[in-house]
Structure formats: C-alpha cells, structure tokens
C-alpha cells in the first residue's frame, strides 16, 4: 500500500482494511458481503462528519430490510471503526476519528446450557447427522476451547503420551486469542482416538476430503431449533456453558482460567465469579450480622 494514500472518506478506509486483508489472504465471501452492506450506506461520508443519528437510523433500517439482528449491525459497524483505525496507525491520517457507536452488546456471556438442555442437544437427530459437528460441540463443551482452535486441531497436537491437548498450532495469526493446554478429558478420549486413526489430511475433524471442517454455526443453530430450545446460541455458548458448569462445581478460579487459556485471571474473574456457590455469601452473613437482636 502506498505511503501517499489519501483517506477522505469512509469507503477510503475500507478499501484500505480490503487491501490489507487481500494481502495478508484472509479475504473471503464473508468479508466481501459485510464490505458490501456498509460501503452502500456510509461510503459517502467523510471520515470525521457521520453524524450519531446515520448510525442509529442504520441498525433500524437494516434490521428491518434484511431482518437480521442487532448483533450483526454491530459488527458491521465494528468494520468501520477497525477500518479508521487502521488508516490512522499506518498514518494515512493525521487526526483520529471518532469511533462509531457499537453500542449492541451480544448477550452471549448470559447464555449457558443446563444439564437437560446439553443432552437434549447432543441427541438432537441433525447434530447425529452431522458427526464432525457433533464432535465439534463435544470438544467445546469439555475443553472450552474456542471454534478456530477446534477446527484446526491436528493429530500431532494430541500429545497421548503426556494425556495433553495443546490447542496452539502453526495456522495460528499473531493477533490469535491465546489457547490453552488442557488434559484430555476421559468422556471425549475414544473418540479422539478414533478420529485421529481416521485423519486423511492431519485434521482431527474433518470434512468427506480430509480438510478442516467448515464453521458448525449454522448447524448448530438448525439443532437448536428443532429441540424447540428458547435460547440465542452461538457456537461461544459451548465454551461459555462448560465454564459456568466447571465455576458451579468449584473448580478453583485459577485452574478455570488456565484451563480456558485466558491472559489472566481477572478476564476469568470477571465473567465467571457469580457463577461459583460461594460468591459473596461471606459478605451477605457479614452485612446481615449487622442488624442481628436490633
């Protein structure tokens, strides 16, 4: 990219988060499609003049002509902002702009799995139709590792010998979230082994080629329904729903965090403290005592 780039307005910025993302290979239809929703409707403003009311007249024209939900705004609008970023840290631009308002948060982290309700998942008849996915679901629920870790997971990675599943790999972006080295859970061990035995191409789940598989979201998604299961799931809710049942039964803050490869204990802390039994029933006896024989 060239150091003379001017960035006036916003499809600028995005042509230069494209070219950006062409080079580096990571460009795809998914990018293509996102690109092409926000350029139609904000490409024309300058960069530093999008007026509050442009961003919310967005989410609710665009959730009521494409039906999508708020969620997705979001991340579109999260394009825009990491596009202007980018352009201000390669310097295309001497001010930083404002940041756009994403101001829909996904509820993601308030949606965790019941014991029945995981059951009735993992015999959903679509998720027995679709093994590769199934396995998918299985190892999130029991390692927390997250969707790119699970699909990536190569056979070398399953150290036997030392009863280990080390998530990290070489596909690995240097912006990866970190992952974690966690024991082989008993529940899942056969299975593992019979797929590593199967691997044509050295994935541990693979698609009829022997390649990694494509993403389980829409899968998982169609699961849901059929059980008639009331909830927003993504496929972070498996990861989230194993945390919550490990925080429920006491699991130690500290292994927790480990065991779902997080920077540091106060991302875990953050997240996951209300969920243990004992959370802040010291403090309730404490501040009750107060009031005791009055």
């Not at 910025?13 to 950006?20: E, G, R, Y």
């Not at 014991?115 to 590769?132: F, G």
């Not at 070398?156 to 966690?182: C, H, T, Y």
Request: aromatic letters at 6%; glycine letters at 4%.
């Amino acid at each position: 990219m060239s150091l003379k780039i001017t960035i006036k307005t916003i499809k600028d910025a995005l042509d230069v988060h494209k070219d950006m993302l062409e080079h580096e290979g990571r460009f795809n239809s998914r990018h293509k499609s996102l690109l092409k929703n926000i350029e139609g409707y904000f490409g024309k403003y300058k960069v530093h003049e999008i007026p509050k009311y442009v961003v919310d007249n967005y989410y609710k024209s665009e959730q009521k002509r494409r039906n999508v939900k708020p969620q997705t705004i979001t991340r579109e609008i999260s394009v825009i902002n990491a596009s202007l970023s980018l352009c201000y840290n390669l310097e295309y631009l001497e001010t930083k702009p404002r940041m756009l308002d994403a101001s829909h948060k996904s509820d993601v982290r308030n949606v965790w799995l019941t014991e029945p309700e995981i059951k009735k998942l993992l015999n959903a008849k679509r998720l027995k139709r679709n093994p590769s996915i199934e396995k998918a679901c299985k190892i999130a629920l029991t390692t927390t590792a997250r969707k790119s870790a699970i699909r990536e997971l190569r056979v070398e990675q399953i150290r036997w010998d030392e009863g280990l599943i080390d998530f990290n790999n070489d596909l690995m972006r240097n912006k990866s979230k970190p992952r974690a080295v966690v024991p082989i859970p008993k529940s899942i061990e056969s299975m593992l082994r019979t797929a590593c035995k199967e691997s044509k191409k050295g994935f541990v789940l693979q698609s009829n080629s022997g390649n990694k598989i494509g993403d389980p979201l829409y899968i998982l998604k169609e699961c849901v329904r059929d059980i008639g299961l009331n909830k927003d799931i993504c496929f972070h809710t498996l990861r989230h729903t194993g945390a919550v049942h490990m925080a429920m039964n006491n699991v130690p803050l500290m292994e927790l965090s480990r065991y779902m490869g997080h920077k540091s204990i106060e991302i875990t802390e953050k997240v996951y403290a209300k969920f243990y039994p004992s959370f802040m029933k010291h403090s309730s006896e404490v501040a009750g005592g107060l009031i005791n024989d009055c």
